[in-house]
């Protein structure tokens, strides 16, 4: 999804050549997507001039969302990950490195573009969160964390949340990268202090 004729069509012909991609829909409007897309490749900043936040967010819910940009600022790739983006590209990055981003992003990967790690580790030394200044989590991200701190399997949690369990799968590693941890018992202790419960409990 982008603002601009000339980057849809030129998206579209390279996807169109690749045998493990299909482009489903080419469009500036985020209510002509599909629901039934496994990925949406996503402008930052689309025509009224603002980062593309609540259709991330609300895009994350029942898809990837690998969002592009001709921003590199810490700013923006903090913020898009925040929103729930499961991967951030420049615009600038090779043709090679968007078609290895979106076959990722598809399986569940998250993906940052070329020089852009550098800028996320920069936002750890940055207070954003009670966790030793780390990215906070989106509101997804704090649920699932909740309940797998309460003990439940992965796919207890999709089924509790209403999503499928490829999702979970997702946010957990979104949950992973933004706190630096990976062991379980890491993030459980993550969620006491962050107070994490899950909704009604």
Known sequence: MDDHPFMREGITRFFE????VAVVASTADPGQVP?????????????NGRPSLP????????ARVLVMSVSGEQADVVAAIQAGASGY???SSEPAEFHAAVVSVASGGFV????????????LSV???????????????AEVLAHLAKGRT????????GVAESTVDTLVKRIRVKLG???????????DELGLRPPGE
């Open 35 to 47: 629901h039934e897309v496994d990925v949406l490749l996503l402008d930052l900043y689309l025509e």
């Open 17 to 20: 050549q690749s045998a493990q």
């Open 89 to 91: 590209l420049t615009k």
């Open 154 to 161: 992965r796919r207890q949690t999709a089924g509790r949340m």
């Open 181 to 191: 941890l990976g062991a379980m018992a890491d993030l459980v202790r993550a969620a």
């Open 112 to 123: 940052l573009g070329s020089g852009l790690a550098g800028i996320l580790h920069g936002q």
């Open 55 to 62: 259709v991330i967010a609300d895009w994350s819910a029942r």
């Open 127 to 141: 207070p954003a969160s009670p966790l030793a200044g780390r990215p906070a989590l989106s509101p997804r991200e």
